[in-house]
């Protein structure tokens, strides 16, 4: 059967995960009238509650005798070395850009790493139903981008079609259809067949798949020869260590699922069950003539943070995994399958360091945990300095904004505040369009300011560039916090009484510990508290209107907003219930006489 493998690449949310449920439709994966539902490839708990894709994903359909195996991947650019792995399936890719949007910074990342191997790809110009788009523009820019990369004479004669996924239609001209087809029939057109190499089995292991029953499930695409049931396989790993095993079950991917198979051949993508140890970038090789890969090189990481076991007075309260035994063991379990991860023992036993690629991909790992019970004190999250030629660097960004005409002075404001510097200004249809470099420091915490300061209006996104010289200091939160003064249940009389002192992050009623941060203080400097007092009782009470609060609802910060707010000496307690702020150390005259230590120090 004719094979064509393709991964769908953008920038996050340009609707690749919507444009994979119209090719499973189109190509009559369900069952007529089965229930489907909106985005069903987005099948983790996380991924719908955010709306994104966290994990990339294979599906395969078949199209006029053309088995077409799809890859979805995530846009968010904290999963980019995700994309670039898995690319190594795919003989072609689909480039979706939004026709509103234009190319944004994952763009770039995501085109960059197709072109430089060889890849050919597709360009789909997305979402031509929004109000104001400019899908010619787009194009325009869009060829530009490749220009810029130095595709090929080869890759800048590609091809492109235009739609709305969320419609259900694409075509090679701007005139609406009703169908998908001619994407279709250009995936065929235009992807090559895969490279069919003779020879002694290999397959490199590009990513990987969980079954409850099988266990650890190896995917990749055969490069040579073809892997057999039962097989005898040299299993050929990074550091040169070669080890023996057998293949238990094989499997090709079909529809949404996985269908068994005896052999698989070069140039389908296939799941390998038995191997008992593998890590992502092995090969799976002849036992006798075992031949390797290429390593496949992972982005560093450029972030880190401390993970620590819960110790608030709350500690045990509401998780089943408390202890440090349980969380290192978790942790190093987690690089296995997280490639861009790192682990490493702190000075403390009771707390570990954890690299990572950026606040939201450590955040995903910390909601993981906290949903399968464990109990985490969390540090703020720091990037990662290195020394070259002598001299401090830390990662810079590039970050795009694209704002309403008059927030924008705002923006530029906030930006140049956290040592961003202004690179790009332009207009586009209604909007703003700024671009700027700016240290990932000047990054943490930026992002809730920008929404206050511009009505929830901007639009922005951000990707690594690379190291570059220390920028010096970034000025940090400018409000101070509200600590509760007691541990006790705090009261509405009091919370009442402090409504001008501050915005609270916990209701009346909620177990609240000395030390904890309960509320933004509406100035600098933070402010011990006593929210805990219960009114005194006279003998008039005024019917009814005493119980009745004033209090301004609560303010719910996410995980990842949480992340981003907390200050060096502060830290973030998660737990399968509860996300407390706290300051690390939560005896007032403890933390008097710390930060006294360290000013002297300075
Ligand atoms: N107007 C419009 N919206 C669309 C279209 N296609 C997708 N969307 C919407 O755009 C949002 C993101 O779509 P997804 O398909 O999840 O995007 P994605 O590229 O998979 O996003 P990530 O996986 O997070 O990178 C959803 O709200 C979709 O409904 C389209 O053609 N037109
Ligand atoms: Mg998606």
Redesign the pocket.
């Given at each position: 059967m004719n094979i064509r493998n393709i991964a769908?690449i953008?920038?996050?949310?340009?609707?690749?995960?919507?444009?994979?449920?119209k090719i499973l439709h189109a190509t009559k994966v369900f069952r007529e009238n089965q229930e489907t539902g909106?985005?069903i490839?987005?099948s983790n708990d996380l991924?719908r509650e955010?709306?994104?894709?966290?994990f990339s994903k294979n599906v395969s359909v078949t199209y006029k005798d053309f088995k077409i195996n799809v890859i979805?991947?995530?846009?968010?650019s904290d999963f980019g070395g995700e994309v670039e792995r898995v690319l190594k399936m795919a003989d072609g890719v689909l480039l979706?850009v939004d026709a509103f949007e234009g190319p944004m910074p994952?763009t770039r990342f995501v085109l960059q790493k197709a072109l430089a191997l060889g890849l050919k790809p597709i360009v789909v110009i997305?979402?031509?139903?929004?109000p104001n788009c400019r899908p010619d523009e787009v194009h325009d820019s869009v060829f530009e981008l490749f220009f810029n990369l130095d595709a090929s004479e080869e890759q800048l004669d590609f091809p492109t079609f235009y739609?709305?996924?969320?419609?259900g239609w694409f075509n090679s001209s701007l005139t609406q259809i009703d169908n998908i087809s001619p994407l279709l029939d250009g995936i065929i057109q235009y992807v090559p067949e895969p490279k069919v190499n003779e020879g002694y089995s290999q397959m490199q292991i590009t990513s990987l798949d969980y079954s409850s029953f099988l266990g650890r499930i190896a995917v990749g695409k055969v490069a040579r020869g073809s892997l057999k049931e039962n097989q005898q396989i040299a299993l050929m790993q990074a550091d040169g260590s070669i080890k023996k095993m057998r293949i238990k079950e094989l499997y090709v991917f079909e529809g949404m699922g996985k269908k068994k198979a005896t052999e698989v051949f070069a140039g389908d993508i296939c799941a390998v069950v038995g191997l008992d140890e593998f890590n992502i970038g092995d090969t799976i090789a002849d036992a006798e003539n075992p031949e390797a890969l290429p390593i496949i090189s992972v982005d560093e990481p450029t972030m880190s943070m401390l993970f620590g076991i819960n110790n608030s007075p709350f500690f045990g309260k509401e998780g089943k995994f408390v202890t440090s035994r349980h969380l290192r063991d978790r942790l190093f379990k987690e690089t296995e399958k997280n490639l861009a991860l790192r682990v490493e023992d702190s000075d403390s036993a009771d707390s570990f360091l954890v690299f990572g690629r950026g606040i939201l991909h450590l955040g995903i790992l910390i909601e993981t945990m906290r949903r399968e019970g464990f109990e985490l004190t969390i540090g703020q999250p720091q990037v990662l300095v290195k020394t070259i030629d002598g001299k401090k660097h830390e990662p810079y960004e590039n970050l795009v904004v694209d704002v309403p005409q008059e927030y924008s002075g705002k923006v530029i404001d906030l930006v140049t505040q956290r040592k961003g510097e202004m690179l790009i200004m332009e207009t586009k249809g209604e909007m703003q369009h700024l671009e700027f470099e700016i240290p990932s420091r000047g990054l943490i915490g930026l992002r809730s300011n920008m929404l206050t300061n511009t009505a929830g209006e901007a639009v922005m996104a951000h990707r690594f560039i690379d190291y570059k010289p220390w920028k010096g200091h970034i000025p940090g939160r400018n409000n101070g916090v509200l600590l509760s003064k007691t541990t006790e249940k705090t009261t509405a009389y009091s919370i009442d009484k402090l409504q001008d002192r501050g915005r609270f992050f916990v209701d009346p009623g909620d177990e609240v510990y000395a030390g904890q941060i309960i509320a933004e203080h509406i100035k600098p400097g933070d402010l011990v508290v006593n929210a805990t007092e219960a009114k005194k009782l006279t003998n008039h009470r005024a019917s009814g209107s005493d119980d009745a609060s004033k209090a301004a609802p609560k303010i719910l910060m996410t995980l990842e907003e949480c992340m981003e707010y907390i200050q060096q000496d502060e830290c973030i307690e998660v737990t399968p219930k509860s996300v407390r702020l706290r300051k690390t150390i939560l005896n007032e005259e403890d933390r008097k006489r710390a930060s006294k230590s360290i000013s002297q120090e300075a």
């Open positions: 769908i953008a920038h996050v949310d340009h609707g690749k995960t919507t444009l994979v449920d909106e985005l490839m987005d991924e955010r709306g994104i894709t966290i979805d991947t995530p846009g968010h979706l994952q997305n979402k031509v139903d929004k739609g709305s996924g969320k419609n």
